[in-house]
């Protein structure tokens, strides 16, 4: 005789970015060892995979495709389904960024953060349609899951420009519109580092404020 199982609870949850409801469960004892494994191995990809995979697997009802969705909201909804899987209550490491004596403290401390008391930061009056000039301009997107996690594995001078051409919808001029779809991510960095630095300094700006998650 099989052995029962045991029925999980639904949640629902509103998508950030298009504020769509979809129902999902917490994510299983095997599932989280998986995540556990992925992280010790601290290769970006398996992580990306893994946390792919376990949200798709706790989505119940929904029409949302997690390899298209903006990196903010599957931050914010893996932070709900630990939450509602784990329990709210996690230790995390800050970095005190105090100035003293003209210098960033820097020093790192262990903390409880309640995760089931959390925001998302946005700032609405920031605009994705960046004028470049008289004719031309930037209709800039936010990137997926994997572009942010893959910045990890990159130098830090590299991760700016990364970002920036990774963030291109489309780029447009008197000519017409030039979709990122029909160019590779190398062309797209060549345009961004091609820009003067007052361009540059407005694509910078839309990145640099991107929605953040952060406790209330």
Same mark, same amino acid.
Do not use: W
């Given at each position: 005789?099989?052995? *029962? ?10 998508? *950030? ?36 995979? =376990? ?14 969705? *903006? ?46 008391? =959390? ?26 899951? &994997? ?18 051409? &990774? ?50």
């Amino acid at each position: 005789m099989a052995l *029962p199982k045991i029925e999980l609870p639904a949640y629902e949850f509103t998508v *950030p970015s298009t504020e769509k409801i979809i129902r999902v469960r917490p994510f299983t004892v095997r599932e989280e060892k998986l995540l556990l494994l992925a992280i010790e191995s601290k290769v970006a990809a398996d992580i990306i995979v893994t946390v792919k995979q =376990i949200i798709n697997n706790c989505i119940l009802e929904g029409d949302i495709d997690v390899d298209k969705m *903006p990196f903010f909201d599957i931050d914010y909804l893996f932070i709900f389904l630990r939450a509602k899987s784990v329990g709210d209550t996690v230790e995390v490491k800050l970095t005190c960024n105090n100035v003293v004596d003209d210098k960033v403290c820097g020093n790192q401390f262990m903390a409880d953060m309640d995760i089931g008391k =959390i925001d998302l930061i946005k700032d609405d009056e920031l605009s994705n349609d960046i004028k470049l000039n008289a004719t031309s301009g930037v209709r800039m997107r936010y990137p997926n899951y &994997s572009v942010m996690r893959k910045l990890e594995e990159l130098p830090d001078i590299d991760k700016k420009t990364h970002i920036i051409a &990774s963030s291109i919808d489309y780029i447009y001029d008197k000519n017409g519109m030039h979709s990122y779809k029909d160019y590779t991510l190398e062309e797209l960095k060549e345009f961004v580092e091609g820009l003067t630095e007052e361009n540059y300094s407005k694509l910078e700006r839309y990145v640099d404020n991107f929605p953040t998650i952060a406790a209330k």
